[in-house]
């Protein structure tokens, strides 16, 4: 059976091998979009027709589907927790539940996917012990080789769905049993072999380990009855071949996150598993599709090389000696060193430090008087800038280590149509906003007929030197009381006689001629 289909641009094709009694199924696709790209099935001995059919595919990894016979299955509930926590909690499960055996490369665990509604998480694990044989892969070449396990396939097909009836692959040449039930807590998967035995037919054989898998469980003997008939009506479809037994559901949901796949029933019963494993591969269960038959090998670092030399006994006596020579000469000649160069740097060294020991005084009077004398003209300048318009200041009170005490009368600001309450709140505003003081308290007095009110208001100083950027509006300094009130006035515009040649133009210009008196000479001057 062979279909192909437009490949995408981008990944690389991944090939998943399925080997089933003498055949093997193969699928190429992309895990990361999930697509299926081509399928076919060759005898298990065409080795080369497999691969030159990889090498038209551009399948540069391949995926070999692991047996249910040849693996440990496990299934272990987990809370409903974060990612991190889930996989902290799925590794302690794994080293309960494994055998120690069993290398780490051939180990492998994911956190099912949570169907909705559940209040727990399931997890799986599997592990595929050297002595389980099924290490040969059925092709060679330069491509990366790494195993999966049919449960994982199946866990891939399921994706956090609960169906009634099981999920199962059988095959009948060597008697492996893939099944994943789903139970209140999740989903169960379980891998197995079915012996062949004297007057019990095979679908007794699996509807036993159905019963037994889904009453370990807690489901009741009614519903695990009914799992045993889906089973047998299964097995009786496929007619003693190996195959995939699912709900209509699970194949109509994977033939939508695989594109690419076939609408035929048959298909899904032969290519199922390889599928899943496809899918598998570009999800969370991807860590199932990376066993490996030997322990991965990596080549040491510079670092690491440099260490491993440095262990052998003659370099490490020739490094003790340099390193001892080091500490013993070492002090010497960096003390040399630096007062070679101090000298270059500072050839009059008592010079240099008569100016150091008289900026540390002059540092430590102004770090005194910082810390007991307080900048008066500018908290002056600081109440000053604060103050609105319409407040009349009386009296200013600035004691250090005191609280700054200002008295005055509060008028109505007819500009911006503030009552003399809100001015003088606006006044304990700007005071606050200007980050020197706090804890500003304000008691009110009398008012007059025009409406003035006095009030007297204290404040604590908290960043005496603390220089805040007052607005055009509230510095006085660049925007003085006459300019609020008056208006900015035109600066004074003089005519500066630049040279002699403005002086000899000046005197060119034309005037009206005078006649002088008649008795302008006996006139004397004035």
């Not at 298990?44 to 030159?52: F, G, R, T, V, Y």
């Not at 302690?92 to 665990?109: G, Y």
């Not at 994706?159 to 099944?179: E, H, I, T, V």
């Not at 013993?328 to 008592?350: H, I």
Request: charged share 20%.
């Amino acid at each position: 059976m062979t279909n192909n289909h437009p490949r995408p641009s981008a990944p690389t094709p991944v090939a998943v091998l399925h080997r089933v009694g003498r055949t093997v199924r193969v699928v190429v696709g992309r895990p990361a979009e999930a697509g299926v790209a081509a399928w076919q099935t060759f005898a298990a001995d065409q080795l080369q027709e497999i691969s030159e059919w990889l090498a038209e595919h551009d399948a540069q990894s391949v995926i070999n589907v692991l047996p249910a016979s040849a693996v440990i299955c496990r299934t272990c509930t987990l809370p409903d927790a974060d990612a991190a926590h889930l996989e902290q909690a799925l590794a302690l499960q794994a080293e309960a539940h494994m055998l120690t055996e069993v290398p780490v490369h051939r180990q492998a665990c994911a956190v099912l996917p949570m169907a909705e509604g559940e209040t727990s998480r399931s997890g799986i694990m599997v592990a595929w012990p050297e002595t389980a044989g099924h290490d040969r892969p059925p092709v060679a070449g330069d491509r990366h080789v790494t195993f999966a396990p049919d449960v994982g396939g199946l866990a891939a097909l399921l994706n956090g769905q609960r169906p009634s009836g099981p999920l199962l692959w059988f095959d009948p040449a060597d008697g492996s049993l893939a099944l994943a039930i789903s139970n209140p807590n999740g989903a169960v998967f379980r891998a197995a072999r079915i012996g062949a035995q004297r007057d019990v037919s095979v679908a007794e054989n699996v509807g036993r380990v159905i019963a037994e898998t889904a009453l370990s469980v807690g489901l009741t003997p009614e519903f695990a009855g009914r799992l045993v008939d889906h089973g047998a009506s299964g097995l009786g479809a496929l007619d003693h071949a190996a195959g995939l037994v699912c709900p209509p559901e699970i194949i109509d949901s994977a033939r939508e996150r695989l594109p690419g796949s076939p609408d035929d029933p048959q298909w899904w019963r032969d290519y199922g598993v390889a599928a899943g494993v496809l899918m598998a591969a570009g999800n969370q269960l991807a860590p199932l599709t990376r066993l490996d038959r030997t322990a991965p090998f990596t080549s040491p670092s510079r670092g690491r090389r440099l260490i491993e030399s440095m262990s052998e006994p003659a370099t490490a006596i020739r490094i003790v000696a340099v390193c001892a020579a080091v500490v013993l000469l070492g002090p010497l000649l960096l003390a040399g060193l630096r007062l070679a160069l101090l000298e270059l740097k500072l050839p009059d060294l008592n010079a240099f430090l008569k100016e150091a020991r008289n900026a540390e005084v002059q540092l430590a009077m102004y770090r005194e008087l910082k810390d007991k004398v307080w900048p008066m003209t500018k908290l002056l300048s600081d109440v000053a800038c604060n103050t609105p318009e319409s407040i009349d200041l009386e009296q200013i009170r600035i004691r250090y280590g005191e609280r700054v005490t200002v008295s005055g009368r509060a008028k109505k600001d007819s500009k911006s149509n503030l009552s003399a309450q809100e001015v003088v709140a606006l006044m304990q505003d700007n005071l606050r906003d200007s980050n020197v003081f706090e804890e500003i308290y304000l008691n009110w007095g009398d008012s007059n007929s025009f409406g003035a009110y006095e009030f007297t208001l204290s404040a604590k100083v908290t960043n005496p030197y603390h220089r805040h950027a007052y607005p055009e509006e509230l510095d006085y300094g660049t925007l003085t009381l006459a300019d609020r009130l008056y208006g900015k006035r035109p600066e004074a515009t003089t005519t500066l006689v630049s040279d002699e040649s403005d002086l000899s133009d000046a005197d060119d210009l034309e005037t009206p001629a005078q006649t002088p008196p008649s008795d302008a000479a006996a006139t004397p001057a004035p």
